[in-house]
């Protein structure tokens, strides 16, 4: 039990990583290992599992009750798993995720074509699993960086994105098309399920890191305005934003070329296309972004991913899913690294965030996911009600709203290893900073 808990290696401290260093340590490495190994069973499988549950029925309705029950646990997978990482450990937490994860695929392969009668527990075992997974990455991958080499971290984290859903998609759309009836569909989800015994080998092998507090201070967080400023309220009204733009986006376009194009090949094309792209807007942002310039790499990237939805105003097809893909692939990449390392840096340097990183990151997700949830309900009442093109609409609607995340944030910055509005005077911070003293 003690080496489930604790890893291995048992109560090692990480690594120390100097201020000024950007080198990555031994535990960031790891731990890119394991997010890469999920990217694979994701790019293998997720973006297939949507396409099978609507195979089973053409109904998108089932493909939307599907994602509104996994967005909706995600917030609890997160909560319960942030009361682990207190109580036991983190690592702990991570483990679960994958252990949730490998349940949801065997279910599906237990279930076979019978998965749509039961898309409300697929989605909840998903969004359990994810919320644990995500909770323990994101607060480690806070421990394993620090702000000079966090920049590094995220393109390094979105580069194996782009690279897994660059390769693994295309062989998934390969497979399937091969195979008769619905055998490709187990095959690939099998895919899945290895890879993640595989990096719930791997977690063993991570630095066990006592939290210095033991106590879980997710209501007092939520509710009490002294532990949040004004930066860390506009990131979180930032990532609702972003939730409400992406909790459609993340299923319905791949779902859009499926439909359009009645093949798996042509969607696997379509997100090797995309991919191909996103790797080299990662590899960029990776190697020449910084706490100085993100701020337009974000406004730019915000931008032209409103613009890729223009096309949806006059028809969805294979022209407007193209322009899309091809045009978030280049400017997303843009915008998602430095905002996610700005949320990063709100965190760890505005507030008591040694003790209460946990419900702090937490208190983003429940946030995130709130906008998922309102967004996909909106979704699934308008294809119910009102019909596709009300629908398209609301997907060039949906583009804007990461405008509004950029607008929020767009003033903070990172001086001396904090985070100010930046028309903060410096001769008033040396004030405040002698006042302190």
Same mark, same amino acid.
């Given at each position: 039990?003690?080496?489930?808990?604790?890893?291995?290696?048992?109560?090692?401290?990480?690594?120390?990583?100097?201020?000024?260093?950007?080198?990555?340590?031994?535990?960031?490495?790891?731990?890119?290992?394991?997010?890469?190994?999920?990217?694979?069973?994701?790019?293998?499988?997720?973006?297939?599992?949507?396409?099978?549950?609507?195979?089973?029925?053409?109904?998108?309705?089932?493909?939307?009750?599907?994602?509104?029950?996994?967005?909706?646990f995600?917030?609890?997978?997160?909560?319960?798993?942030?009361?682990?990482?207190?109580?036991?450990?983190?690592?702990?937490?991570?483990?679960?995720?994958?252990?949730?994860?490998?349940?949801?695929?065997?279910?599906? #392969?237990?279930?076979?074509?019978?998965?749509?009668?039961y898309?409300?527990?697929?989605g909840?075992?998903?969004?359990?699993?994810?919320?644990?997974?995500?909770?323990?990455f994101?607060?480690?991958?806070?421990?394993?960086?620090?702000?000079?080499?966090?920049?590094?971290?995220?393109?390094y984290?979105?580069?194996?994105?782009?690279?897994?859903?660059?390769?693994?998609?295309?062989?998934?759309?390969?497979?399937i =098309?091969?195979?008769?009836?619905?055998?490709?569909?187990?095959?690939?989800?099998?895919?899945?399920?290895?890879?993640?015994?595989?990096?719930?080998?791997?977690?063993?092998?991570?630095?066990?890191?006592?939290?210095?507090?033991?106590?879980?201070? %997710?209501?007092?967080v939520?509710?009490?305005?002294?532990?949040y400023?004004?930066?860390?309220?506009?990131v %979180?009204?930032?990532?609702?934003?972003?939730?409400?733009?992406?909790?459609?986006?993340?299923?319905?376009?791949?779902?859009?070329?499926?439909?359009?194009?009645?093949?798996?090949?042509? #969607?696997?094309?379509? &997100?090797?296309?995309?991919?191909?792209?996103?790797?080299i807007?990662?590899?960029?942002?990776?190697?020449?972004?910084?706490?100085? &310039?993100?701020?337009?790499?974000?406004?730019?990237?915000?931008?032209?991913?409103?613009?890729?939805?223009?096309?949806?105003?006059?028809?969805?097809?294979?022209?407007?899913?193209?322009?899309?893909?091809?045009?978030?692939?280049?400017?997303?990449?843009?915008f998602?690294?430095?905002?996610?390392?700005? =949320?990063?840096?709100?965190?760890?340097?505005?507030?008591?965030?040694?003790?209460?990183?946990?419900?702090?990151?937490?208190?983003r997700?429940?946030?995130?996911?709130m906008?998922?949830?309102?967004?996909?309900?909106?979704?699934?009442?308008?294809?119910?009600?009102?019909?596709?093109?009300?629908?398209?609409?609301? %997907?060039?609607?949906?583009?804007a709203?990461?405008? #509004?995340?950029?607008y929020?944030?767009?003033?903070?910055?990172?001086?001396?290893?904090?985070t100010?509005?930046?028309?903060?005077?410096?001769?008033?911070?040396?004030?405040?900073?002698?006042?302190?003293?």
């Amino acid at each position: 039990m003690d080496i489930f808990l604790n890893g291995i290696e048992g109560y090692k401290m990480q690594n120390e990583v100097s201020r000024d260093s950007r080198c990555l340590n031994r535990d960031a490495r790891i731990l890119l290992l394991i997010i890469g190994l999920y990217y694979i069973s994701t790019g293998f499988s997720n973006l297939f599992v949507n396409v099978f549950l609507w195979r089973l029925n053409n109904d998108m309705f089932i493909v939307g009750i599907f994602n509104l029950f996994f967005y909706a646990f995600i917030p609890l997978g997160f909560v319960i798993g942030g009361w682990l990482s207190k109580k036991i450990n983190t690592i702990f937490s991570l483990k679960l995720g994958i252990l949730l994860m490998l349940m949801f695929y065997f279910t599906v #392969l237990f279930l076979g074509q019978k998965a749509s009668n039961y898309v409300a527990l697929l989605g909840i075992f998903w969004g359990l699993g994810l919320g644990f997974f995500m909770l323990a990455f994101n607060i480690l991958s806070f421990d394993f960086t620090n702000t000079y080499n966090r920049d590094s971290f995220n393109g390094y984290n979105g580069l194996l994105s782009s690279l897994a859903y660059m390769v693994a998609p295309y062989i998934s759309g390969f497979i399937i =098309t091969s195979m008769p009836g619905y055998k490709g569909y187990s095959f690939i989800f099998a895919i899945s399920f290895l890879c993640f015994i595989i990096a719930i080998f791997l977690s063993f092998s991570l630095y066990f890191i006592p939290h210095p507090d033991k106590n879980f201070f %997710l209501g007092s967080v939520i509710k009490n305005k002294k532990y949040y400023n004004e930066n860390w309220r506009k990131v %979180l009204i930032g990532h609702l934003a972003i939730g409400f733009r992406d909790g459609v986006f993340m299923f319905a376009v791949n779902l859009f070329i499926y439909m359009v194009s009645g093949s798996e090949i042509s #969607l696997g094309t379509y &997100n090797l296309i995309c991919s191909i792209i996103s790797v080299i807007a990662f590899y960029i942002i990776a190697r020449y972004t910084n706490h100085d &310039n993100r701020k337009w790499f974000m406004l730019f990237g915000a931008l032209f991913m409103f613009v890729s939805t223009w096309g949806f105003f006059v028809k969805i097809n294979l022209i407007s899913l193209w322009f899309f893909g091809i045009v978030v692939s280049i400017f997303a990449p843009m915008f998602w690294a430095p905002f996610t390392s700005l =949320t990063w840096d709100v965190l760890e340097h505005n507030m008591d965030s040694h003790k209460l990183k946990i419900e702090y990151m937490i208190t983003r997700e429940i946030v995130l996911n709130m906008g998922r949830v309102i967004s996909v309900s909106i979704f699934i009442l308008i294809n119910q009600f009102f019909g596709f093109n009300i629908l398209k609409i609301y %997907l060039f609607f949906l583009g804007a709203v990461q405008i #509004l995340s950029y607008y929020l944030v767009r003033n903070i910055i990172v001086f001396d290893g904090r985070t100010f509005p930046s028309n903060l005077n410096y001769l008033e911070l040396s004030v405040d900073e002698s006042i302190d003293r």
